[in-house]
């Protein structure tokens, strides 16, 4: 008898082809290309960062698989050109880790260069559930980007403070995306706390 799947999974990202950041920051999910591996609904996933200009990578944050349709077809704009066509699934961005897992090639701890996605070709990797927990752990738990307001609002300064130096850098597109998307919600809080004219002098 097959020993059953975990309900884990690492899904690549190219830092080159997606605005993984802006997607946060807007508070949308997205499709992912799956190739042969099939993700279930309610499935966990890593978002594995490949290497960026400066040689870094690993897992730049969290997901939640929400359907699997092998004739899904949708993605948003938050992809640079036509993404790759074939069987995708959508996911749902759930945290990024409370210490950042971006690191030089030569200095990817053990827990991260045991991955899969780590050494092999290919969109989407199994995650053993021994190897997730290595992950949570190293990362020091998850700082949540969906649910309340507020812990929204905790991740997008997360993002922001690693932008300044604290673990990784944010690209301008990103960092302007984030920041809209801040003004945007503070807009919307100070509205519906009954102000009538809210002036966005964010430029």
């Not at 690549?12 to 950041?21: E, V």
């Not at 995650?127 to 990362?139: D, I, M, R, S």
């Not at 300064?157 to 003004?183: C, K, P, T, W, Y």
Request: charged share 25%.
């Amino acid at each position: 008898m097959a020993e059953p799947v975990s309900p884990f999974w690492a899904f690549k990202w190219r830092p080159q082809t997606y605005d993984l950041w802006g997607a946060i920051a807007s508070g949308v999910g997205d499709t992912w290309l799956v190739g042969g591996s099939r993700p279930n609904p309610g499935d966990e996933g890593l978002i594995w960062q490949t290497l960026d200009r400066e040689g870094r990578r690993g897992v730049a944050a969290f997901c939640t698989v929400t359907a699997a349709d092998p004739d899904l077809r949708d993605y948003t704009d938050h992809w640079k050109g036509t993404p790759i066509p074939g069987p995708r699934v959508a996911i749902r961005y759930t945290g990024v880790p409370r210490r950042s897992l971006i690191f030089p090639r030569a200095a990817l701890p053990i827990e991260l260069s045991a991955l899969n996605v780590a050494r092999s070709q290919g969109p989407v990797f199994h995650v053993t559930e021994e190897q997730w927990n290595a992950v949570l752990e190293l990362a020091g738990g998850i700082v949540p980007i969906s649910g309340s307001e507020i812990d929204h609002a905790r991740a997008i300064i997360e993002l922001l403070a690693r932008g300044r130096g604290q673990g990784f850098n944010v690209d301008a597109d990103a960092r302007l995306a984030i920041e809209a998307f801040s003004m945007r919600r503070v807009r919307e809080l100070l509205e519906r706390d009954g102000w009538d004219i809210v002036e966005d002098v964010h430029a």
